[in-house]
């Protein structure tokens, strides 16, 4: 069946089905469903159904990445020809031109649908302080729809389009798509364009992506990313290319006891098994501290980045206080009276929590969670709105004041009929990293796809990796993966390519430097130790930022690997070894640190 992005290319490029046929079953779809809470508005069904027909008689039409595929946009996004109202009525203009994301997506061959339903003004999780209605859960009527980008999860759920925008700020790309188990992806911040997107906390807001499949997300997110002069948010991150699982994939989950269900057990058991898949997969699974990131959490609406909700609507809530949602009104009126002082308390106590986080995530690959704490009904959530739509966002509400980009994957349905899911969260600039940790794990849950009952294709062969200017190096320290420098290398988005060993050529010494790093000096060939390095990819840029960051005795040289290979990596200058201790014998950094750390 054509229900993802992948199947209806496919059939438009081979004509088995055409775009605005496409278009038209979106439309046909939307009725049938009959959930008026789902659209604010629509397009005028001939109109969208001839720019698809305008699409098939362009010559490169065959090449467009989104080809005929119908998307619907959150109403917090700018879309020409469409009102824009971010769910309330009053503030509700006319845009003079597209988003930059609406742009790149119909320079792609995407056609635009309608824009969708939200928490007004993009404030909340739960997805039922809009006036134009709650959309029913497709998954499980009685649950919330999740918010704020409620009406887009539920259009991917209910396949009446098979992808959708939404923005999120502290969860709402994450928390629907548990709960309508589809993929969120939240990209990393400035990697699409905020331009023509109504803020909500500008410095921390992002438009994400809702789809069927993983990889029809990161289709989305390759069409939508790049820099954009309009946005001054906006950053240059290239997606790089997805890669199978790491060989040695390192996964970090919280301590034993520090983990927030609310009491929720069949939540609880349900993200041990997801565990228990990724150690299947191969995983290796290492504890943190999560406290620094709970109290992140906590800063987001205890801290002056309410003050930012509050410049967004402070002129409606001067003129017309009574046409917000009175619990979006409680929220965001206190902004008004945060002070500078308390401001710059809370950014120099996040700068701090951003340093205790960076050292945090130098000790694996990447975080996976629950994506929520437990699931509540929308009975429930309209009898408690505000305790409740907080407890939705614990394991959210600190990525973007972290700035990490996250993936959202459906991992399972509870006994009760609930779907459960899990995020996977690393350092900006890691998304195709998620991408690809996450398009494996979902395939191999084999759940159906949304609420439609149609289950995943096979998991498509990634495609060969496009030609790039990468140059590998070799680390033999504390740059390798879990140490203490490791950051300095994902900072710049390098990829680890290996584990390797270096010919019996050298001699390893613990420098006299903080932090602790060894130095490795070549010998005559055969009289030394082989020592235990990882490979790592660096883009030429990048890799010329690292070396010039190189301190002295230490500097780059070529390294002699047992297989015969040379490659670029650390060396160190005789002259600096003098009392250095030889711990050759321990065969690398990582088991002297051992040794060390257990004296």
Sequence with gaps: MTETVAAIIAAHRTGNLTPAQTVARSFVRIRAHDDP?????????????????????????????????????????????????????????????????????????AVIIGKTNLDQFATGLVGVRSPYGIPKNPVRGDLLPGGSSSGSAVAVAAGLVPLALGTDTAGSGRVPALLNNVIGLKPSLGMISTAGVIPACRTLDCVSIFSLTVDDAVTALA????????????????????????????????????????????????????????????????????????????????????????????????????????????????????????????????????????RILTDFDAMVLPTMPTVYSTAQALADPVLLNSRLGTYTNFVNLLDLCALAVPASFRADGAPFGITLLAPAGHDALLAGIGRVFHADTLLPLGARGVMQPPLAPLPAPAAHDDIEISVAGAHMSGMALNGELRALSARLVETAVTAPDYRLYALDTV?????????????????????????????????????PPLSIGTVRLADGRNVKGFLVESAALDGARDISAFGGWRAYMAEAAAV
């Design 37 to 109: 809470a789902i659209f604010i508005s629509l397009r005028d069904e001939k109109e969208a159904i001839a720019e698809a027909e305008r699409l098939m008689a362009r010559r490169d039409a065959a090449e467009l990445p989104l080809y005929g595929v119908p998307v619907a946009v959150k109403d917090n996004i700018d879309v020409l020809g469409l009102p824009t109202t971010a769910a309330c009525p009053a503030f509700s203009y006319s845009p003079t031109r597209d988003a930059t994301a609406v742009t790149r997506l119909r320079a792609a061959g």
């Design 223 to 358: 069409v939508m990313a790049g820099p954009d002069p309009a946005d001054p948010f906006s950053r240059d991150r290239p997606l790089g290319d997805i890669t199978p699982i790491p060989a040695n994939l390192r996964l970090g989950v919280p301590r034993e006891g520090q983990l927030i269900f609310f009491g929720d057990k069949a939540q609880e058991t349900a993200y041990r098994q997801a565990l228990r898949r990724f150690t299947a997969l191969g995983a290796g699974i290492v504890e943190f501290d999560m406290e620094p990131f709970y109290e992140t959490a906590r800063l987001l609406y205890e801290g002056p980045w309410v003050a930012e909700r509050y410049v967004a609507i402070r002129n409606l809530l001067a003129s017309s206080p009574d046409a917000i949602h009175p619990v979006t009104r409680d929220i965001v009126a206190p902004g008004a009276r945060l002070t500078a002082a308390e401001t710059f308390s809370a950014l120099y106590r996040l700068q701090g929590l951003r340093k205790i986080a960076e």
């Design 515 to 551: 932090p602790p790093r060894p130095g490795m000096l070549r010998v005559e060939a055969g009289a030394g130790a082989a020592v235990e390095l990882e490979i790592w990819s660096l883009s030429a840029a990048g890799f010329g930022k690292f070396v010039a960051a190189v301190p």
